[in-house]
């Protein structure tokens, strides 16, 4: 037993380092996320329950068989089931039954409800593509975040890195007499921002750790390093292959949301036609056959011809017997035996049943008004999704739209940043500017660089939401 205790532990140790060694790239993520999300496994089981719905409907056409069999002791007062007398003796009985019947025709009831099913089970299916679709997207936008966060922290390192290297500087030049205590002191001020930056970007890459592992199902205390590609090397589309009115005509035919709408009313309109066939008459065949035991049934076993005096009488003192005027038969009886009994009591029928739904309180007509206003229902919702998925792939291209511009100018700003940097740090070597001059134009480099790689990761997430209303999935 202990023996076992150790192997397993072993094994567990074991799947636990190989997930902690591994680093996950985009797809890695998207594939565990997908397989571990307990919101998609409950999906898909959702999605097995309305195909044995299915499955169970089309089994419905065929002609249904039940046996029945009800073994019985029955004793006080009872009737003879052999004589039908009343009596008061103890007997076992048992009936047996094998029924079965069909519908020869029901207005096609159990075929739209068939095919309603099959189009339900349809949707079940479509709508888990939908959140591994959405699960997908959210894993990706969570990738994207954490290099986003890892680049902000590189950036506010080399920072950080540049101004202990001008404080290293500056002190040796306020210890030799060329520059006051004040540059110095400004600088270690300086240090101290940037060290909280870092501090605050590192804590900023393991929130988004977190979260990413919380869209993965992947516990929160397991060793977690994601593959850190350069943000250029993310495929993205050409913004000119993603216009508005083709992604719109890609989404309405491949998006998972799209199909369920499809899928659910054309499951209502199979309802609505069951429904109404409902309220007409049903015909069916049925046939059983049956049979019964009882204890106390017997038969005869033999017949014995009786030629003896039945009696006596006297005549005149002297005694004479009296014998019948002719034999007569005396049975011989015993318990008829179980199959014999079976075989004696077997019983057939077949027959034809008509159901004509006359006056039920309005509940077939109402069931079938409702589902009506079903259908509508479900007309309306599919064209106010449709309505709302044109509007978010026009918002989405505008966004992409203002991204890439504010991207392009970022790196205008990076460069201006730059220059201005660069300048300041030559007239500050000369003693031309002051500290405060120079940690000024240092900020306004870091402020520039950090908005270029955010609205570089905001561009390039804000072209794969495009790219996901095509339905055709992520380019990771």
Known sequence: MLRKLFFSLFIIAMCHSSIAQQKWDLRKCVDYALANNITVKQTYIQSKISTLQYNQSKQGQFPTLNFSGSPSYNSGRNQDP?????????????????QSSVDIFNWYSKQNTIAANKWEAEAARASTDKLKD???????????????????EKIAKVQLEQTQQQLKNTRKLVNAGSLPELNAAELKAQVARDSSTVVSAKGNVEQAMLNLKAYMSLDAATPFEIVAPPVEFIPIEKIADLQPENVYALAIANLPQQRVNDFKLKAAQKNSASAKSKMYPTIAAFASL????????????????INAPIGKVSISGTDYSVYPSQPYSSYNYSKTKFFRQLDENFRQSIGLSLSVPIFNGGNLRTNWERSKLTV?????QKEADN??????????????????????ASKKSVETAERSYSYAQKRYDVGMLTTLELVTNQNNLLRAKLELVQNQFDYVFKMKVLEFYKGQGLKL
């Open 82 to 98: 052999t004589s039908f007398s009343l009596i008061t003796q103890s007997y076992l009985s048992a009936n047996m039954q094998l």
């Open 134 to 152: 959405d699960i997908a997207l959210a894993v990706s936008n969570s990738y994207l975040q954490i290099l986003l966060t890892m680049e902000q």
């Open 376 to 380: 509508k229902n479900l007309e309306l």
């Open 387 to 408: 309505q709302k998925i044109k509007q978010d792939i026009y918002q989405a291209y505008n966004a992409a739209i203002v991204a890439m511009e504010k991207f392009n």
């Open 290 to 305: 049956g049979s019964g035991y009882n204890s106390r049934a017997q038969e005869i076993t033999g017949v014995t011809l």
